[in-house]
């Protein structure tokens, strides 16, 4: 049988994956350190026979071969998918060497011992971080150069040259999937968790970083695996497809998404700005994302921006007990 590698499987996206490969009949491996992930995302699947769940730093070199090794003995390992990374921008701009180690040297590794293991297909996680800040410029795939400004985008731009210079020696099949920001649970950071759980601590008031005016596309996180799945699923003609997954529309405010949590989680509360329309070193505060090309393989989001919001908001809230 088959078998899927999940780096960071335990984490939000790799918990709304797992379900999807299972469906196919496959064997799943997840490989998490928890430092986001959790046992608790995934408890419900590791009853199944068909899934494993191992504990490990895969930037560690024999660490990330043993998990491999393992796998090779539960079923033939076709593909990894890329999922391990440090979610937190603001962490890694505090210390770079938490993106460095958590994103970039994990993917050094995984495709190290997919070479090892004869391996022959990365699906990777990347992000719209990668662009940087071009202003008002459509962010479509082929625009350059790419020029980050956090060290989270950084390490991703740096895995996606990786894993392309692997293509070009060994692997069969490179895809890099260019994220937006994603919503939905079991979520383990990001605006609206920070939201519902500052109101939590303080009822009264929310204290938003930056004037509000930051401006994003969101899609949920179903709408992103669909997604994934029907990349994958295409035939292309060379060895890499980099494609950019996210809604179709220009996005939602940070100040409309407060005022939706505040509705939903506090009514009453008082909501506070700080100045500036960044949040923290290393936000985008606004970009034009381009979804052309993934439109043109036939897909499109079910939601949304403002439609993923407002569920994800009623999920993460029931997630923290609101």
Same mark, same amino acid.
């Given at each position: 049988?088959?078998?899927?590698?999940?780096?960071?499987?335990?984490?939000?996206?790799?918990?709304?994956?797992?379900?999807?490969?299972?469906?196919?009949?496959?064997?799943?491996?997840?490989?998490?350190?928890?430092?986001?992930?959790?046992?608790?995302?995934?408890?419900? /699947?590791?009853?199944?026979?068909?899934?494993?769940?191992?504990?490990?730093?895969?930037?560690?070199?024999?660490?990330?071969?043993?998990?491999?090794?393992?796998?090779?003995?539960?079923?033939?390992?076709?593909?990894?998918?890329?999922?391990?990374? %440090?979610?937190?921008?603001?962490?890694?701009?505090?210390?770079?060497?938490?993106?460095?180690?958590?994103?970039?040297?994990?993917?050094?590794?995984? =495709?190290?011992?997919?070479?090892?293991?004869?391996?022959?297909? =990365?699906?990777?996680?990347?992000?719209?971080?990668?662009?940087?800040?071009?202003?008002?410029?459509?962010?479509?795939?082929?625009?350059?150069?790419?020029?980050?400004?956090?060290? /989270?985008?950084?390490?991703?731009?740096?895995?996606? +040259?990786?894993?392309?210079?692997?293509?070009?020696?060994?692997?069969?099949?490179? %895809?890099?999937?260019?994220?937006? %920001?994603?919503?939905?649970?079991?979520?383990?950071?990001?605006?609206?968790?920070?939201?519902?759980?500052?109101?939590?601590?303080?009822?009264?008031?929310?204290?938003? =970083?930056?004037?509000?005016?930051?401006?994003?596309?969101?899609?949920?996180?179903?709408?992103?695996?669909? +997604?994934?799945?029907?990349?994958?699923?295409?035939?292309?003609?060379?060895?890499?497809?980099?494609?950019?997954?996210?809604?179709?529309?220009?996005?939602?405010?940070?100040?409309?998404?407060?005022?939706?949590?505040?509705?939903?989680?506090?009514?009453?509360?008082?909501?506070?700005?700080?100045?500036?329309?960044?949040?923290?070193?290393?936000?985008?505060?606004?970009? %034009? /994302?381009?979804?052309?090309?993934?439109?043109? /393989?036939?897909?499109?989001?079910?939601?949304?921006?403002?439609?993923?919001?407002?569920?994800?908001?009623?999920?993460?809230?029931?997630?923290?007990?609101?």
């Amino acid at each position: 049988m088959p078998l899927s590698i999940i780096a960071g499987g335990a984490g939000f996206v790799g918990a709304n994956l797992i379900p999807r490969l299972l469906d196919e009949g496959r064997y799943v491996v997840i490989v998490d350190n928890f430092s986001r992930g959790s046992a608790d995302n995934i408890r419900k /699947y590791l009853g199944d026979d068909r899934v494993t769940l191992i504990q490990a730093d895969l930037s560690d070199r024999g660490a990330t071969e043993g998990v491999f090794a393992r796998a090779k003995v539960i079923g033939a390992i076709d593909e990894v998918w890329h999922l391990a990374a %440090n979610s937190d921008i603001p962490a890694g701009v505090q210390d770079s060497d938490v993106d460095f180690k958590d994103t970039f040297r994990t993917t050094f590794e995984l =495709l190290r011992a997919m070479r090892q293991f004869e391996v022959g297909t =990365l699906h990777f996680a990347s992000s719209s971080a990668v662009y940087g800040d071009l202003g008002d410029q459509r962010l479509h795939e082929f625009i350059g150069p790419l020029l980050p400004i956090s060290n /989270y985008g950084a390490m991703k731009l740096a895995s996606e +040259a990786q894993a392309s210079a692997a293509a070009e020696s060994f692997l069969r099949r490179v %895809n890099l999937f260019r994220f937006p %920001n994603v919503v939905g649970v079991p979520a383990t950071h990001g605006v609206i968790l920070d939201f519902v759980n500052k109101l939590a601590a303080r009822p009264e008031t929310l204290d938003v =970083l930056g004037d509000g005016t930051q401006q994003k596309a969101y899609l949920h996180v179903s709408d992103l695996v669909a +997604a994934m799945l029907a990349v994958r699923a295409r035939r292309i003609d060379g060895k890499i497809e980099v494609v950019n997954i996210g809604p179709t529309d220009v996005g939602v405010t940070v100040r409309w998404i407060a005022e939706q949590v505040v509705a939903r989680v506090r009514r009453g509360a008082t909501i506070s700005f700080g100045t500036g329309n960044k949040g923290w070193v290393g936000d985008v505060p606004k970009f %034009n /994302y381009s979804t052309d090309r993934i439109q043109s /393989y036939g897909w499109a989001p079910a939601l949304g921006s403002s439609e993923a919001i407002v569920r994800a908001i009623d999920e993460i809230a029931r997630q923290q007990g609101c």
